[in-house]
C-alpha cells in the first residue's frame, strides 16, 4: 500500500492539472446539451398543417428544464411546416398543444483502473487522490422527448398528432493509461469535420478522424 500511494503521488507531482470553473449555475455543456436534444426532437415533428393556417400554441402543459427554448423551437418548426402563428386562441383556426415527457441530462462513466480515494494524514486533513485510469470513459447525455397534437378551434376535432419524437445529445470524455484524453460531442456541427486531437506527453497531437473536439487538459 505504501509503494502504491507513493507511485500516486509521483504521478500527481509529475502532472499539471487544468481546472475550469463556471460563475453561472450551470454549465454552457449542460444547457448546449439540453439545447441541442431539443433540436434534434424537433426536426422529426411532422404535422398536418394548411398552408397558411392561423395556429394558436398552447405550451400551458409543457414543462422541464429550458422550456422557453424547447417552445421556441417548436414555434419555428410551425412556421417552416406553413402555419402562422396567432397570439389568441379565438383568432385561430387551430390549436397546437405541445407537451414534453423529457427534458434534462444524464451521466453514466465506465472505469477501468483504481477509483478515486481519500489517503489519511496524521495531524492533517485527508488527502484525495483521483483516479488511476488505464481507461475512463465520461458520458453525458442530453434527452428530449416531445409531443405535439393539432385540432380545430371550432369544435376541438382531432387534426393530427406526432406521438413522441426523441431527441438525443451527448458529450463525451477519454482518458487512457492515465496521461491521454480526449473528448467528443455533437454540440458543435459547425466544426464535426475538424480532427479529433489526442493529448500525450511530448506527442503534441495526433489526428485519429472526423468528430467534434474540445479542449482536455494536458500533462
Sequence with gaps: ???????????????????????????????LLLSTAVDHAV?????????????????ANFEGLDSRYAVGAIRDRILRLGGRIVSERAASDSVIE??????????SKTLLG????????PLAKEVSIPDISLFKKSLRQG??????TIYRTADGALIDSTGPQYGFSHSTDYVVLFLFSWSTDDLKPEEANQPLKVEGPDLGKIKLGNG????????
Excluded at 48 to 53: F, L, R, S, T
Design 212 to 219: 467534434n473536439d474540445s479542449e482536455s487538459p494536458s500533462p
Design 43 to 59: 426536426e422529426n415533428i411532422r404535422l398536418d398543417i394548411a398552408p397558411g393556417a392561423k395556429v394558436f400554441v398552447d405550451s
Design 98 to 107: 405541445i407537451r414534453s415527457g423529457a427534458l434534462s441530462a444524464d451521466q
Design 114 to 121: 483504481i477509483p478515486a480515494f481519500d489517503v489519511p494524514i
Design 1 to 31: 500500500m505504501r509503494v502504491l500511494t507513493l507511485i500516486v503521488f509521483c504521478l500527481v507531482l509529475s502532472a499539471c492539472t487544468t481546472s475550469r470553473e463556471t460563475n453561472p449555475q450551470r454549465t454552457a455543456t449542460e444547457q
Design 143 to 148: 434527452v428530449a422527448k416531445l409531443a405535439a
